[in-house]
T-cell receptor, first 109, second 119 residues
């Protein structure tokens, strides 16, 4: 079956760095997405990886290893507004997004 | 350029009733996917519409049905509502871009969702 695993909850301090991991098993692979979702709001796109390696976009970076079925989202210089859920999603061979349950990130002053 | 719009934003229905939710895609997007998101969970795929046909379907009963119109907008219908159908219903739209032998799907843009409460 298809499965996406990520930690349920993480806590970090304002100004610090946090890494949110995601492992996946899907029928085929057409890329991995990270989305941010604030409580009560729709998910918003953060990053897309289809090739191995690191994609950097400002304070956020995303890494992919296809051979290991593994990705992480790295958030630097954490701000209070980064408190949200972070969703990992894989696109399978049918171009369908398979979603993880999300990681709730709590930022403390 | 309007993004993805969903209506209504909030809805309260009684168990056993029927509900219709609507989604207008982002300009240039022709594929609409519907998701159900229970509190504290990730989105669960319901189905996807392309060229007015249901292309893919998740593990949802036949009480969940949909439609896509020629202008690419879509409706989600749920019959015989159960208390467990209470959730945030998200619509996501994408555009399939063909590049010779490679079909790449752009990022999914989400609407703000419809919060359905069944009492």
């Amino acid at each position: 079956g298809q499965n996406i695993d990520q930690p349920t909850e993480m806590t970090a301090t304002e100004g610090a760095i946090v890494q949110i991991n995601c492992t996946y098993q899907t029928s085929g692979f057409n890329g991995l997405f990270w989305y941010q979702q604030h409580a009560g709001e729709a998910p918003t796109f953060l990053s897309y990886n289809v090739l191995d390696g690191l994609e950097e976009k400002g304070r956020f970076s995303s890494f992919l290893s296809r051979s290991k079925g593994y990705s992480y989202l790295l958030l630097k210089e954490l701000q209070m507004k980064d408190s949200a859920s972070y969703l990992c999603a894989c696109m399978d061979s049918n171009y369908q997004l398979i979603w993880g349950a999300g990681t709730k990130l709590i930022i403390k002053p | 350029d309007a993004g993805v719009t969903q209506s209504p934003t909030h809805l309260i229905k009684t168990r056993g009733q029927q509900v219709t939710l609507r989604c207008s895609p982002k300009s240039g997007h022709d594929t609409v996917s519907w998701y159900q998101q229970a509190l504290g969970q990730g989105p669960q795929f319901i189905f996807q519409y392309y060229e007015e046909e249901e292309r893919q379907r998740g593990n949802f009963p036949d009480r969940f049905s949909g439609h896509q119109f020629p202008n690419y907008s879509s409706e989600l219908n749920v019959n015989a509502l159960l208390l467990g159908d209470s959730a945030l219903y998200l619509c996501a739209t994408t555009a399939l871009v063909t590049d010779t032998e490679i079909r790449m799907n752009t990022e999914a843009f989400f609407g703000q969702g419809t919060r359905l409460t069944v009492v």
